[in-house]
């Protein structure tokens, strides 16, 4: 691996290249897997390394608290997007942060060891490394995060991600591409990536309290509520209801959280999931009633989703 890994709270792990038992999370493609199970659960970690950049997909899926210390085998430009779950990271007691689900920061790395702390739970982190070289002119259009940079601050920013941002680390997760291609195909998202980072990160910060670890677990409910059933539309005030949560807060810290409003949300669920039935030969009308339109609205939403009509997946698959 890249990233030397030692835990705190348990025994050595010991390695193994393939996915742990039962593994709940989702594949890098063209990846290398290094993975470890135990009492405390199952840790996966997958690497696609270049020359000049690399990804890093963790997947924790853990049963006890999970403590470690990591640094990395090279000095750069490090980025992390928290995926789902939640990390508390911290170089030194003056040095702390804690980063939520659909919260990304860029960190210059000095090889400088970092303690990451994992409560009980599900954790996915997509990672992303350049050297200094490779974003040193990017830098410059970014006059407060290039201050910070020159600065030597460890920690450059933090911000929340926005749905394009996560469409890029999903694009690449679902990327069929293979050998070069693939390659090609990496570099270009990631380095959207980093770019997206950059342009948030100086956006002005919205003057907002952080959400408490009660209010993230009722936007995790109202998540799965909502892909529960995606053919029925749950409203504001019932799902605000249901989770216990204020109507105002739960729409202003969904969106954080996953990127869209719970309406959004649940459009965008229903069209991937539509799409997918349509490329598995289901017609227009049956898949419609499926994700909860009528076959007009389904056609209308599909096309200013994807740009195109639903029924031409139909023709390329005949």
Not at 80 to 91: S, T
Not at 119 to 142: A, G, S
Not at 161 to 189: G, M, P, V
Request: hydrophobic content about 35%; overall charge positive; glycine content about 4%.
């Amino acid at each position: 691996m890249n990233q030397n890994l030692v835990t705190l709270s348990h025994s050595p792990l010991q390695w193994d290249n393939s996915l742990p038992p039962l593994f709940k999370g989702v594949r890098l493609p063209g990846s290398n897997i290094f993975s470890s199970s135990g009492d405390f659960g199952s840790v996966c970690i997958q690497e696609y390394v270049t020359e000049t950049f690399f990804i890093r997909l963790n997947v924790f899926d853990l049963f006890q608290r999970f403590v470690i210390k990591t640094f990395s085998a090279e000095s750069g430009i490090h980025t992390r997007l928290m995926l789902k779950g939640r990390v508390a990271e911290e170089i030194d007691s003056a040095t702390k942060w804690s980063l939520h689900q659909n919260r990304f920061n860029i960190f210059y790395d000095k090889q400088t060891p970092i303690t990451e702390v994992y409560e009980k739970n599900i954790h996915i982190t997509f990672d992303t490394f350049f050297p200094k070289k490779l974003v040193e002119e990017l830098l410059q259009l970014f006059p407060l995060n290039n201050k910070r940079f020159k600065s030597s601050s460890l920690l450059i920013s933090s911000n929340w991600a926005d749905i394009e941002t996560l469409e890029l680390a999903n694009s690449i997760l679902r990327c069929r591409y293979q050998n070069n291609l693939r390659r090609y195909f990496f570099e270009s998202r990631v380095k959207d990536m980093f770019f997206k980072y950059l342009v948030l990160s100086e956006s002005p910060a919205a003057d907002e309290k952080e959400p408490t670890e009660k209010e993230i677990q009722a936007i995790n409910k109202a998540e799965e509520i909502i892909n529960s059933n995606i053919a029925v539309h749950n409203s504001i005030p019932d799902l605000a209801k249901q989770v216990l949560l204020n109507e105002f807060r739960l729409k202003q810290l969904f969106k954080k959280i996953f990127g869209a409003g719970p309406y959004e949300y649940l459009v965008k669920k229903r069209l991937e999931k539509g799409k997918e039935l349509l490329e598995q030969g289901l017609s227009v009308k049956e898949t419609a009633a499926f994700v909860g339109y009528r076959p007009s609205d389904f056609t209308t939403s599909f096309r200013n989703h994807f740009g195109f009509q639903p029924s031409s997946i139909k023709k390329r698959n005949s």
